[in-house]
Structure formats: structure tokens, C-alpha cells
């Protein structure tokens, strides 16, 4: 056979002379990484690596061995790296290595390493509950395992599991093996016990055990009593028993005694205080047990309780009684008492007197203290009333006398006249409501009219408001008669006789300063489309409502009275007022007629606006649509001129003023 380290060197000699300059070569070599602790019955992992030293030893099998004897090989991968997993099934110190078989020239085996193979230990013995002085205070307690497992116990781990509801609760880790817990009364668990070591943890070790019901609770402490005189309310109070906390008070049992009856039960509640409705006057006595799973506790002394009845209440306030003649109603209110005597008003006794006779039961009536009662016409009335509590009644309060008239019938209408829109066909008579409406509203008016203004008169119609629309002639006379009419009631009548007169006129006044023309449109459009002339005083009839006045007034700029020669008309303010025929004055827009619109308000014309001729002469046109109203009305237009000069502006007021009149 050929000798296989010819071959090998053989095969480097042909590598390092086709590579060019010798390079130098290592020694192949085989390491392994093991675990120093390892668990029985899990896997352990060996890991390594085979070092080729440049001479092209990968993909080489490499086998395991433990304590001398080959327990499962691998390939090594690309980078000459290998894994073993290996399950140990004995407990102790074993020695492991790797070997690579048939290796051309080169058998390696790897150093050998000792692993120590551990397992958990095995359960705590002996887990006993002892009761402490309260039998729900409890150690646990056991006995350390019979096997550590290879290892020392670190810790133990107690758990807690109640059997009813299978909770599980931590109770400790600890390294002692005695520990304390705290349980509920009554109740059923089961205390699981481990021992831990590297290698893990070992099964439990159990314990059941059984706590008792709860002992009877103590009696309550600081039973006290506090009364609500008005609300009738006994406050019963207590603090929990002297005892250890952890004995529990699932509920407390109130009892009561009558005028030292027996004891009797009220109620349960969970914590105090309660709350109980007595009467007045009445002795009462209460005890109060608690109570546990237990069983009940001792009972507290009676402690008493009596509330004293209130005293009786006072007079009610300020009684008022009014009349209404629509509804023959008497309305009688008043207002609380000062002092209800410690309890709450719960209503009130009204009775009545008619023209002095007995007092007679009216009404009870509840604490809204107001009451309404239908009465008779001229019949004097006088009522009392008397406070009621729940506890007493009070004295008796009476009010003044009342007497509702019968109502009568109503005066005449008031200032009754006409407006005429001064057309051919259409008269508004016009009137007010009576000064005396006789004690009833008025609900409407009756209008009629006469021929010659005697008997008899005709019934034309009945209505509500106070303008009624007739149709008439120019030149006529008219006789009219108006009576104001309640639910009762015709009042007396109100005459008017009247004569519509001839068409009527428009007159034109223009006063002041000369104006070079005067015209006036009859057109009733918003625009004028054809004015016409008139003279300085004319009269023009017509029957429309608006009517446009147009004014080309000329003002001379020139020497002012106030001696400033050059003077130039720096402002020109026209304003129109309306007022009725026969005001006194029109010094204010709608002066004596407030009702009336504003037609035409002030409107200012600046210096740029005015400008004079060659003889200093400015023309200024205005032009005011009037919207008429009813009646005969005047129409004042102002003028007012604000004169200056240079530096010495100074302020003068001229006037030229037009009145029209329809």
C-alpha cells in the first residue's frame, strides 16, 4: 500500500510549488467546548471545531465519547465546526472528547473535559399547617428533601391554592422552611411546597387544612342616639366591636323599644349610623348586635331617645285680598308665618264671612298660600286664615275687607273726529278708547249714523278697533254716533257731525330769501317726470298721497350784514320737518305728530357743490318727495346758509323757509 503521509506530502509539495514563494503550514488540530453542569434527563449541547492548518481538512466525521466510549458522531461543516446534542442518563462526573476517524496521516482526538450531571430535587416532606393564637393566622412548615439532587436546595417556593375557587397565590420564597400566612374564615387549602436547585425545581409537597368559622363578634362600642326634631328622625350610632380586626362584622341588627315595650327588630345595615321615623312625644330605647358568620355578638345597653313636640306656629303675613269685576273673583294671598313653632307648614284653613256673618270653612288649601274664590257682586267679604304644621295648628289671622262692584256701563268714546284722505269716496272716522270702561273691557264698539243727527239712528256695524272707513261725497255733511260695548254693557253714545269740504287745496307759501322758481309734480311715482310752475302763493288741488316740491333758490355771495366783504357761502343745509296744522311750533321733526315718519332728513352740501356765477350769484336746486299722511298736515322746509372768509371763518345762520300745507 501507499504510505498516506507521502501522499499528504506529496499533494503540499505540488501545492507550494504551483503557489510560487513557500508559505508555512500549521498543525491540524481538534477542539470541544463542553458544558461543565448538565441535567439528568436533558439535553446537553458539545460544541467544537477542527482546525485543518491548511492542508484541507473539512467535511471530516467526528465522533463523541464519553467516558471512553463513542456515543454518536457528525460531520463538520464548511468551517470544520460541530454540534452534539446529548441527552445524559446518569447522575455523576463523566468524561468526554472528540475524535476525528481516518484521518489521512493525522488521527486527532480533542482534551478531555469532565461534566457533572445534576438533577432537581426531590419534594419537601413532612408540609404541616400549625394555627396560630387567631386560628386563620397560620405557618407552614416541612422538612428538607430526602435527595438535593447532586446540588445544594437555593430556595423553597410556597404556594397557597384555594380549594373552592382553585386560586393560586404566592405566599413566599425563602430559604428557611417555615413561613407564615394569613387565611379567610371558613375556608378550604391546600399549601404546595418546592424545592429548588440549579438543576430546577423538585414536585410539591401538599398540605390541606381547614379554617373554622369566625368567633361571635364583641358588643358595638359608643352606642349613641341624636334627634331631628323637625323631620321626626332618631340618629342611632356606634363604632365597631373591641376586637382583633381580622373577626370579621358582616352586619349589624338594630332593635327598638315602645314606651318600654319589648325590643323589637328594625332592620340590618352593614355600618352606622341608622336613621328611624319616631313620632313626637314618644319615649324610645334602642340596642344594637352585631353579627358574623359566627354567630351574633352580645347586645349593648338600651340607650333612649324622645323627641318633644313643637310648639304651635304663628300668624301668617301679610295678608292681601283683591277683586277682579271680569270674574267676579276674590283672590286671597299672604305669606308664611315667622315662626312655623319647629315643624314644617303643611297647609293652611281659610274661612270666610259674608257681610259679617258667622265665619264659614272656605278651603284647605296646601303651603302654595294663595286662593282664589268666586263671589258675589256687591257683597263685602272678609276671610281668616289659620296655619297648619304637622305637629299643631296656629291662631287665626284675618284679612281686610273686600267688595267687587257691579260693573256698570262704559262712558263715552274719547275725542272722536275724521281724517279724511281727501279723496271723493273715503272718510276715516277716528276715535279713542272711554276714559271708564265701567269695570269690564271693552270689547268693541258700535257705530251708527242719522240723516239729520236725530232719532232714530241707524246701526251700521260693530267692531273692535277705533277707525272706521266711510264712504262720502265732497261737500256734505254726516252725522255719526259711537258706543263703546263690554260683556255687560252698551255705554253711552259719542255724537260727531261734520261736513267734508270742497276739494282740497294745496297752498304753497314760500317765505325768505326770492327764489327764481317754484313748481310742484302731482305725480304719486317716486319720480317726477313732468314738474309744473307755480307761482310764489298758489293753491292746487289734488287727490293723491305724494307729492315732489322742487325749490331753485339763488343766493347772492357777496357783502354780509356782517360787514367781511369777499365772504363765500362754505355750507348750505336744507332739512324738511313735518308737523300737523296747527302745532305750535316746528322747530323739531314731527314736533306734535311723533307718529309720523321722518320724510326728508338733513342733508349738507360741501363748498365743492356751490359755485357762483361771474356776479357771485350760487343756485342751489333741492328736490323733496312728501309722502302725505292722513289729515290736514304742514310741511316746513328750512334753509340754512354758513358763511366764512380767509382765516376769519366765522359762522352766521340765514334762513329761508316754505311751508306747505294740505
Not at 355578638?297 to 301679610?318: Q, S, Y
Not at 253714545?493 to 270742497?502: E, G, I, N, R
Amino acid at each position: 500500500m501507499r504510505n498516506p503521509s507521502v501522499l499528504l506530502v506529496a499533494s503540499l509539495f505540488l501545492a507550494m510549488a504551483s503557489a510560487g514563494p513557500a508559505t508555512a503550514i500549521g498543525d491540524p488540530e481538534l477542539v470541544l467546548d463542553a458544558p461543565e453542569l448538565a441535567i439528568l434527563g436533558k439535553v446537553a449541547t458539545f460544541t467544537g471545531r477542527l482546525h485543518d492548518g491548511g492542508v484541507g481538512l473539512a467535511f471530516q466525521q467526528v465522533d463523541l465519547h464519553v467516558d471512553g466510549v463513542r456515543v454518536m458522531s457528525r460531520f463538520t461543516d464548511l468551517g470544520g465546526r460541530y454540534t452534539f446534542y446529548w441527552m445524559p442518563n446518569e447522575r455523576g462526573v463523566l468524561t468526554v472528547h472528540t475524535a476525528v476517524l481516518a484521518l489521512t496521516g493525522y488521527p486527532l482526538e480533542s482534551d478531555r473535559a469532565e461534566v457533572f450531571v445534576a438533577a432537581p430535587p426531590s419534594p419537601p416532606r413532612e408540609v404541616v399547617v400549625y394555627p396560630g393564637a387567631l386560628e386563620v393566622d397560620v405557618e407552614v412548615s416541612w422538612l428538607a428533601p430526602h435527595d438535593d439532587g447532586g446540588l445544594p436546595v437555593d430556595e423553597y417556593h410556597v404556594e397557597r391554592v384555594d380549594v373552592a375557587t382553585g386560586t393560586r397565590t404566592l405566599v413566599a420564597k425563602t430559604g428557611m422552611t417555615r413561613v407564615p400566612d394569613a387565611l379567610g374564615w371558613n375556608r378550604s387549602y391546600r399549601h404546595e411546597v418546592v424545592a429548588v436547585n440549579a438543576a430546577g425545581a423538585s414536585e410539591s409537597g401538599r398540605v390541606d387544612h381547614t379554617t373554622p368559622l369566625p368567633p361571635p363578634p364583641l358588643a358595638v362600642e359608643d352606642l349613641a342616639t341624636s334627634g331631628d326634631t323637625r323631620h321626626r328622625i332618631v340618629t342611632v350610632s356606634w363604632s365597631p366591636p373591641d376586637m382583633d380586626p381580622r373577626v370579621p362584622v358582616d352586619r349589624y341588627h338594630v332593635h327598638r323599644s315602645v314606651e318600654d315595650g319589648p325590643f323589637v327588630p328594625l332592620g340590618m345595615t352593614t355600618s352606622s349610623p341608622w336613621l328611624d321615623e319616631v313620632e313626637w312625644d314618644v319615649d324610645y330605647h334602642y340596642h344594637v348586635v352585631a353579627e358574623n358568620e359566627g354567630g351574633m355578638g352580645d347586645p349593648t345597653l338600651p340607650i333612649g331617645a324622645l323627641l318633644p313636640l313643637p310648639g304651635p306656629p304663628g300668624l301668617v303675613e301679610n295678608i292681601a285680598v283683591s277683586g277682579d269685576r271680569v270674574t267676579a273673583e276674590v283672590t286671597v294671598a299672604w305669606e308664611p308665618p315667622l315662626d312655623d313653632g319647629g315643624a314644617d307648614v303643611t297647609g293652611y284653613v281659610v274661612e270666610r264671612s259674608d257681610n259679617g256673618s258667622a265665619w264659614s270653612p272656605l278651603a284647605s288649601v296646601g303651603p302654595e298660600a294663595v286662593l282664589t274664590d268666586p263671589v258675589l257682586y256687591d257683597v263685602d267679604y272678609t276671610y281668616r286664615i289659620q296655619v297648619v304644621t304637622e305637629a299643631q295648628v296656629g291662631e287665626w289671622n284675618t284679612s281686610t275687607n273686600v267688595t267687587i262692584p257691579t260693573p256698570v256701563p262704559p262712558s263715552p268714546p274719547v275725542d272722536l273726529h275724521f281724517k279724511g284722505r281727501m279723496t271723493a269716496d273715503t272718510i276715516d272716522l277716528v276715535w279713542s278708547p272711554p276714559a271708564d270702561d265701567g269695570g269690564l273691557p271693552i270689547e268693541g264698539y258700535r257705530v251708527y249714523s242719522s240723516p239729520d243727527g236725530l232719532d232714530p239712528w241707524t246701526f251700521g256695524r260693530e267692531t273692535t278697533g277705533t277707525t272706521e272707513p266711510f264712504a262720502g261725497e265732497w261737500n256734505s255733511t254726516y252725522h255719526y254716533r259711537v258706543t263703546a260695548v263690554t260683556r255687560d254693557h252698551e255705554g253711552a253714545p259719542a255724537d260727531l257731525s261734520f261736513t267734508v269740504p270742497a276739494r282740497s287745496e294745496l297752498v304753497v307759501d314760500l317765505l325768505g330769501l326770492e327764489a327764481d322758481e317754484y313748481r310742484v309734480c302731482d305725480s304719486t311715482e317716486s319720480r317726477c317726470s313732468g314738474w309744473r310752475p307755480i307761482g310764489r302763493e298758489a293753491s292746487i288741488a289734488w287727490d293723491e298721497f305724494v307729492v315732489q316740491v322742487s325749490h331753485t333758490v339763488t343766493f347772492w355771495n357777496g357783502t354780509w350784514d356782517s360787514g367781511v366783504e369777499g365772504g363765500s357761502v362754505d355750507d348750505v343745509v336744507g332739512e324738511v320737518k313735518i308737523c300737523e296744522d296747527g302745532a305750535s311750533s316746528c322747530s323739531q321733526v314731527c314736533a306734535g305728530c311723533s307718529d309720523l315718519p321722518v320724510v326728508y332728513d338733513r342733508a349738507t352740501v360741501g363748498p365743492d357743490e356751490v359755485v357762483a356765477d361771474a356776479d357771485g350769484i350760487v343756485t342751489r336746486v333741492s328736490s323733496f318727495p312728501l309722502s302725505w299722511p292722513y289729515g290736514v298736515y304742514c310741511v316746513t322746509t328750512d334753509f340754512y346758509f354758513m358763511a366764512g372768509s380767509g382765516t376769519d371763518l366765522f359762522t352766521q345762520w340765514w334762513y329761508a323757509g316754505t311751508r306747505l300745507c294740505r
